[in-house]
């Protein structure tokens, strides 16, 4: 959290900023996750602090869409990394390395996880993780939820949904969330009206 303020008090431009969290804040935790058994509430209730944190630094409207705010920049969001996503994709890798790897030592961690309910295994069970699956694709299918998610909301889905149906370049339409000079205040603002969630003429 304390990196998360610092990042957040700079001058750095909206797209920045989220790519410093991502690069700056976010490892911070990703060591953590292949060592200490995180649980999904623990998770939420962090991402939950970091858009708080967001709101208070004028960076995230408060009424604006939660899911959009972690779907990529090139699809309409924000580009800003959830947590439970980072979690499940290291955990992945985890499970990937050990049961690929040939060394001895590896072998008898393998042997162990498969013998007891360790914290790897059931977290990789909880969430439902296929273990022969890559680690790109539980990424997308986790930004493809969430997309999914945004796009389905009766009012907050407007937007994405009449881009959809009219045949509009999205590409273009989006374009302006990938420039880096737009500051964050004016790039929150812009998304809440989008999202029907300000009053506008």
Known sequence: MRRLRLVLGTELSAKNK?????????????????????????????????????????QHHPKADVDRLYVPREQGGRGLMQLEAAHAIEITKLVEYVDKKEDPLIQS?????????SAVLET????????????SKIKDSIAEKTKERWHGKRMR?????????????????????????????????????????????
């Not at 990789?124 to 680690?135: N, P, W, Y």
């Open 124 to 135: 990789v069970r909880c969430l439902k993780i296929e273990v022969q699956r890559e680690t």
């Open 18 to 58: 989220i790519q410093a969290i991502g690069s700056l804040v976010v490892p911070v935790l990703r060591y953590t996750f292949r060592i200490v058994n995180w649980h999904q509430e623990e998770l939420q209730k962090l991402d939950w602090k970091r858009r708080k944190l967001l709101t208070i630094h004028g």
């Open 157 to 201: 889905g407007q937007f994405p949904r009449n881009l959809d149906e009219k045949l509009v370049d999205i590409k273009q339409s989006y374009r302006w969330l990938k420039s880096d000079d737009i500051k964050g205040e004016t790039e929150s603002t812009i998304v809440a009206a989008q999202d029907q969630a300000i009053s506008t003429n």
């Open 109 to 117: 961690v393998r042997t162990h996880q498969h013998n007891t309910n």
